[in-house]
């Protein structure tokens, strides 16, 4: 049973033309979180949400952005998206209170910009 | 930026060979996570070793942990070519949530 679903598997948006990623659980976790992962690199967190509190990484651009509207869903808005944003999109839950607990992550979209 | 360093970045080893690889990181934890990867999909979490834990064990996987050092191990006996993935290191950085990832090894099991 999936439990962490991102959709659309693959993306091809036009540059500079906004594109949203979508991502829901079925686990009733906390904790979601957003990832952009390059070919050959390690996960970079662009943000996570702890319950409804949106935390942002510092080195994360302006052009991203996310949306929660509810324990199940959460939405990377990538506004304005350019070549270099091209990336594996990861989206991931976990279930914390006072210290992080495994997580589980989706499969993944695939951005291409053209 | 990325919380640690690992090392190897890529590791080529024979089956049945056992392989080690190492994870650096920089702030305090309360724990720390390694993960799998294979090819183009999701990470799967593979073990957790708390901060107050120096080593663990999950069926072939070994990890150990120096805090003092900043410093963690992941073991893996009895390799198969099924282990071919990449395995990061991740941590939480002593922030509520957050968990970040270290460069990760791409380890190579020939049959």
């Known amino acids: 049973d999936a439990m962490v679903i991102q959709n659309p598997r693959y993306q091809v948006t036009q540059f500079g033309k906004p594109v949203t990623l979508s991502c829901s659980q079925t686990l009733n976790h906390n904790v979601m979180y957003w990832y952009q992962q390059k070919s050959s690199q390690a996960p970079k967190l662009l943000f996570h949400?702890?319950?409804?509190?949106?935390?942002n990484e510092a080195d994360t651009p302006d052009n991203f952005q996310s949306r929660r509207p509810n324990t199940s869903f959460c939405f990377l808005d990538i506004r304005s998206p350019g070549l270099g944003d091209a990336a594996m999109y990861l989206c991931?839950?976990?279930?914390?209170?006072?210290?992080?607990?495994?997580?589980?992550f989706g499969q993944g979209t695939r951005l291409t910009v053209v | 930026s990325q919380q640690g360093e690992e090392d190897p970045q890529a590791l080529s080893i024979q089956e049945g060979e056992n392989a080690t690889m190492n994870c650096s990181y920089k702030t305090s934890i309360n724990n720390l996570q390694w993960y799998r990867q294979n090819s183009g999909r999701g990470l799967v979490h593979l073990i957790l070793i708390r901060s107050n834990e120096r080593e663990k064990h999950s069926g072939r996987l070994r990890v150990t942990l120096d805090t003092s050092k900043k410093s963690s191990s992941l073991l893996i006996t009895a390799s198969r070519a099924a282990d071919t993935a990449s395995y990061f290191c991740a941590t939480d950085a002593f922030v509520r949530g957050k968990l970040i990832f270290g460069q990760g090894t791409e380890l190579s099991v020939k049959p």
């Open positions: 991931a839950t976990s279930r914390v209170r006072e210290k992080n607990t495994e997580a589980f």
């Open positions: 949400y702890y319950d409804k509190d949106f935390n």
